[in-house]
């Protein structure tokens, strides 16, 4: 699938795609970028090794990160995202959402390389459908940011369609089915697939007449909000269906002015705009994070949606925060925000036919 739409002041390619270029996949670089390359890091569990290497320099135990560029689900963050970072601080919590933790190689029992079971509801390459009444189309396998715990970091994009023809027996399927009456775009992120494309199959999808709403799940217009680009705002308020955008959004420092703006862009085009966070050991389990969160959301326009609960998937155990603090942290949510800012706490269990309500 092409990646070039129109030439721009940066060549061949759109501001959003040069900002795909340039993201960090160095850790190194990163940790410069951070004034963290001189710092030792946090020891990590169950390491009982020193601090300094053998010629007496800082050795950062966090991550194997000789090994980060053999990994494959390595690091990957834009710098929009790594901007709004704490610079000389190791448990910044963007960072720990996108850093390679030598914890990522330890299997833990229970945890999964499909946790939600994907590959049960396959009914053709790339369409799953697992709840009544709605389909989910992964579109692709990239993403602009590699999260840590990402449900699918182990999912089989290689066999998934990687061209509009090649979508066509998802789309006959779901011709073929009355009761389908919500697509949703998941990947990866759906738009990391250029306007161009994403135009050809809106309009391939507006006209399969039981279809009545479009979902699109993704995290771009946080990580790189230049991809709301004026012809993606076209496209979105010249589609028949019912728009929702569901964002990602873990920790209020996340949104800034620009991600401001992007979403209201999208709120122009007609969209609904929800956010699903995941609850996450270091990250937003306390309660000030979750109610500032909910805040800037609100003030922004975006519900507050749902509230996760890990998926259980292999390489990210040490991400899970307990459900009874979970349960707690809602509870006094609840009791310093309005109700329509508290998302529903929630975990997906593969084989049910609904998401499994927690609180």
Not at 104 to 115: N, R, S
Not at 192 to 215: T, Y
Not at 346 to 358: F, Q, W
């Amino acid at each position: 699938m092409a990646i070039v739409e129109h030439p721009t002041k940066t060549g061949t390619l759109s501001s959003w795609q040069h900002s795909l270029k340039i993201a960090f996949r160095d850790s190194w670089q990163l940790l410069k970028f951070l004034g963290l390359a001189s710092e030792p890091a946090p020891l990590v569990a169950n390491d009982a090794g020193s601090n300094l290497d053998s010629n007496g320099k800082s050795r950062h135990l966090y991550s194997d990160i000789g090994s980060i560029q053999e990994s494959p689900f390595a690091l990957f963050v834009t710098r929009e995202f790594a901007s709004r970072m704490r610079k000389s601080d190791w448990n910044d919590p963007l960072l720990r959402q996108v850093w390679v933790d030598a914890k990522e190689e330890i299997v833990t029992p229970g945890y999964l390389k499909d946790p939600v079971g994907d590959s049960k509801t396959e009914l053709a390459p790339g369409l799953l459908h697992k709840y009544h009444g709605r389909v989910l189309l992964v579109m692709t396998g990239a993403c602009a940011i590699h999260c840590r715990y990402c449900f699918r970091r182990h999912y089989p994009y290689s066999s998934a369609p990687k061209s509009i023809d090649e979508w066509e027996p998802a789309l006959d399927a779901i011709e073929a089915d009355n009761s389908i009456q919500e697509v949703i775009l998941s990947g990866g992120d759906p738009l990391s697939i250029v306007d161009s494309v994403l135009s050809q199959l809106l309009d391939r999808l507006a006209k399969i007449p039981h279809l009545k709403r479009l979902r699109i799940h993704t995290r771009f217009p946080i990580v790189i909000p230049s991809r709301i680009t004026s012809r993606f705002i076209d496209i979105l308020s010249d589609s028949r269906l019912s728009k929702w955008i569901v964002l990602h959004i873990n920790h209020a420092n996340e949104i800034d002015d620009e991600v401001y703006q992007a979403v209201d862009r999208m709120r122009r085009s007609g969209a609904i705009l929800l956010n699903q966070s995941v609850l996450l050991e270091g990250i937003n389990n306390d309660i000030d994070s979750l109610v500032t969160l909910s805040e800037k959301l609100i003030n922004a326009n975006i519900l507050p949606y749902y509230l996760h609960q890990l998926d259980p998937v292999q390489s990210a155990a040490h991400f899970e925060v307990p459900v009874a603090k979970g349960k707690q942290l809602v509870v006094e949510m609840a009791k310093r925000l309005p109700g329509f800012a508290v998302p529903k706490y929630v975990y997906e269990k593969s084989g049910e036919p609904n998401k499994t309500l927690i609180y």
